[in-house]
C-alpha cells in the first residue's frame, strides 16, 4: 500500500537553474495538492489538481513556478531561474476527491538553492 | 492577523502527561478540521479528522472542535517519548477546493 511518493528528497541547486519536483499520488486519488513549508511561514498552499486540471493556482507565488499533471497521477512543480528565497520544503498530498476529504502527505522535497 | 492561530511551543512535558494542544480561526466558514503531527524530516501525517463541532476519540488522541467559539484542541493522554514531534492543525470549509490553511504548528517534547 503505497502512500504519496516525492522525488528527488533533496535538490540543491545553483541559483538562475531550473528544477523539477515529482509527485506520484496514492493509487485511485484524484485530488492532488502542492505545498511549501519554510521557516517563519509554515505550511502553505501552492496548487491544487482535480484530475488534469487545475481549477486553483492561487498559491503560487510567480510566473517562475509551474506545475502540470498527467494521466490523473503524476504531477510535476516547476521553478524556473530559482532564487534563494525558493528554498523550502515543498510537499504534495492526496485525496480520493474534494468535499471534505482528508488529505495524505509524502515527506517532501527538500530544495535548497545556493 | 493568521487566519489560523497556533502557539509554536516549544512544549514540554514528562512521560505519562497529558497534553493539551489548541488552534483558534477567525473564518467561520471552516468546517472540516484535522490534526497532523509531523517528524523531522518527514511529511505531516494526518492523526485526527473531524467534520463541525464535537469530540472525536482515537486511542490516547481526542480532538474537541467548538465552532462557536472558533477553537479546537488535541488531546494526549498518557504521553509517551515517541509522541515527540511538531503538531499541526488544518482545516476547510466545504465551498472550496479542499484547500488546507494550517496553523503554524506545536513543537512537543516529551521527556522520559
Known amino acids: 500500500g503505497a502512500g504519496v511518493s516525492q522525488s528527488p528528497s533533496n535538490k540543491v541547486t545553483e541559483k538562475g537553474k531550473d528544477v523539477e519536483l515529482r509527485c506520484d499520488p496514492i493509487s485511485g486519488h484524484t485530488a492532488l495538492y502542492w505545498y511549501r513549508q519554510s521557516l517563519g511561514q509554515g505550511l502553505e498552499f501552492l496548487i491544487y489538481f482535480q484530475g488534469n486540471s487545475a481549477p486553483d493556482k492561487s498559491g503560487l507565488p510567480s510566473d517562475r513556478f509551474s506545475a502540470e499533471r498527467t494521466g490523473g497521477s503524476v504531477s510535476t512543480l516547476t521553478i524556473q531561474r530559482t532564487q534563494q528565497e525558493d528554498s523550502a520544503v515543498y510537499l504534495c498530498a492526496s485525496s480520493p476527491g474534494t468535499g471534505g476529504q482528508p488529505q495524505h502527505f509524502g515527506d517532501g522535497t527538500r530544495l535548497s538553492i545556493l | 492577523q493568521k487566519e489560523v492561530e497556533q502557539d509554536p511551543g516549544p512544549l514540554s512535558v514528562p512521560e505519562g502527561a497529558i497534553v493539551s494542544l489548541n488552534c483558534t480561526y477567525s473564518n467561520s466558514a471552516f468546517q472540516y478540521f484535522m490534526w497532523y503531527r509531523q517528524y523531522s524530516r518527514k511529511g505531516p501525517e494526518l492523526l485526527m479528522y473531524?467534520?463541525?463541532?464535537g469530540n472525536k476519540e482515537d486511542g490516547r488522541f481526542t480532538a474537541q472542535v467548538d465552532k462557536s467559539s472558533k477553537y479546537i484542541s488535541l488531546f494526549i493522554r498518557d504521553s509517551q517519548p515517541s509522541d515527540s514531534a511538531t503538531y499541526l492543525c488544518?482545516?476547510?470549509?466545504?465551498?472550496?477546493?479542499?484547500?488546507?490553511?494550517f496553523g503554524q504548528g506545536t513543537t512537543l517534547q516529551v521527556k522520559p
Open positions: 473531524t467534520y463541525s463541532s
Open positions: 488544518a482545516m476547510f470549509g466545504s465551498s472550496n477546493t479542499g484547500k488546507l490553511i
